[in-house]
């Protein structure tokens, strides 16, 4: 296929704030053939009346509105079980694509031979003011380096499931996007990393990635529960997180 289909997953919960960008930020793109599959995840507030608003005229646009709260991996399996496109790339109801993010992934592909992608990107508070550095991935992370800080946003993922299989999150509240990024990381060599930033991520005070409070706990049950390891190593990847979740945030 010349221009293969690209599944784009999102979760959204009470985004009523910000799921607009999100839409044009994908409806922008300079590659146009793709299929946005928005899960909102028991919204009480505007959100799916926004996004049936703009499925009138984007029938690219596919909506599955859950009458409870289950929680974002769960939300995002439903997505991938959907999807049909050869790709999958997820962007959260927050977070906003350069134009040339979905283009640009399938070029880094076509000329690595590497079926998982990731770039960098900017890091703004909620009015886009850009109040961090911006976060420039390594060029290639394997399977340890991601136990030691997940470098892959959820916001830049990017992977051929038609060569690499359709895979699922681990249901956890926590880490489960690092979670599928382990499973893949587990069968192939490494995932190359695209040094331009090509999207926004939006910290917001209240999300959960940056509550502090519990985090520790949930990365040990991480180390412990779904990754399996004993704890000497777990001990030894909760330290590296640390150190380097400091530096992270501190930049």
Known sequence: MENPLVSIITPCYNSEKFILETIQSVQNQS?????????????????????????KSDLRIQFISLQKNIGPAKARNIGINQAKGKYIT??????????????????TITQTGIHFVFSSYKRSNESLKFVY?????????????????????CLTAFIDIEVLGKKTMPEIAKRQDMGLWLKYLKEIPFAHGIQETKAIYRIRENSLSRNKANLLKYQWEFYRKIENLNIIKSSYYMLQWMIRGFIKYNN
Do not use: C, H, R
Request: no cysteine.
């Open 31 to 55: 590659y146009q053939n793709w299929e946005l599959i928005i899960v909102d995840d028991g919204s009480n507030d505007m959100t799916k009346f926004i996004i049936e608003n703009e499925m």
């Open 133 to 153: 550095s911006d976060f420039i991935v390594p060029k290639k992370v394997i399977y340890t380096d991601i136990l030691k800080t997940n470098s892959i946003s």
């Open 90 to 107: 997820f962007i959260d109801a927050d977070d906003i694509w350069f134009a040339d993010f979905i283009e640009n992934s399938i070029k």
